[in-house]
């Protein structure tokens, strides 16, 4: 499975505008594209950052849907009165679910880098000794992992029921992030957390 994440930067008078096209017009188009298997939208509304997740059967259909995809991430970003969008591709690595999210969920996200010959390694660190941690948390609904070999980059994302539920597992997530990086060698390059504005995915379970 794989996956193709683009980050905004949205004026926060803009988000509510934006999500709604996202669900109203941009989830239906991926929908008719194929090889799409569902959109997710993570949104900071104190910063405005904005990242919407299409997940997709094979490389091959991602990339073969490039063409169709452009004007669609165009529109949003317009929507979202960005004029710039990060565009980056990925292979879906871990995902597993604890239960499906609820409305008011909220994501913890992690990135980091690796040498990429190192990257099977820190993946099976993820699936062997973190996730195991994370479903321990109060609160944990889901968990993905996300790499890119090539470069060795990665961003673990961790879903809670509720912003209380993240917030009540701040100091424990930061002690786990921390030791889970330690021990797989890589180096983290940025955290953020965001509200689960659509969780449409439908990605099979991955561990």
């Given at each position: 499975m794989f996956a193709r994440s683009t980050t905004v930067q949205a004026h926060l008078s803009s988000l509510d505008a934006g999500i709604a096209h996202m669900r109203e017009e941009v989830m239906p188009e991926l929908e008719g594209i194929p090889g799409c298997i569902g959109l997710s939208l993570l949104v900071d509304r104190r910063t405005g950052r904005c990242i919407a997740t299409s997940a997709w059967e094979s490389r091959e259909a991602m990339r073969d849907s490039a063409t169709r995809v452009s004007?669609?991430?165009?529109?949003?970003?317009?929507?979202?009165?960005?004029?710039?969008?990060?565009?980056?591709?990925?292979?879906?690595?871990?995902?597993?679910?604890?239960?499906?999210?609820?409305?008011?969920?909220?994501?913890?996200?992690?990135?980091?880098?690796?040498?990429?010959?190192?990257?099977?390694?820190?993946?099976?660190?993820?699936?062997?000794?973190?996730?195991?941690?994370?479903?321990?948390?109060d609160g944990f609904c889901s968990a993905s992992l996300m790499i890119d070999r090539a470069t060795g980059h990665g961003v673990s994302c961790a879903t809670y029921d509720s912003t209380e539920a993240m917030e009540r597992n701040r100091q424990r997530a930061t002690a786990l992030r921390g030791e889970s990086t330690r021990q797989a060698g890589v180096e983290v390059t940025d955290i953020g957390e965001f509200e689960l504005a659509i969780a449409h995915l439908h990605v099979p379970e991955l561990v």
């Open positions: 004007p669609i991430r165009d529109r949003a970003a317009q929507m979202f009165s960005s004029s710039d969008a990060e565009v980056q591709e990925w292979e879906i690595a871990v995902l597993h679910r604890d239960h499906r999210s609820r409305q008011g969920a909220c994501v913890g996200a992690t990135w980091g880098r690796t040498a990429p010959d190192h990257l099977d390694s820190a993946t099976q660190v993820y699936k062997s000794a973190t996730l195991p941690a994370m479903e321990e948390l």
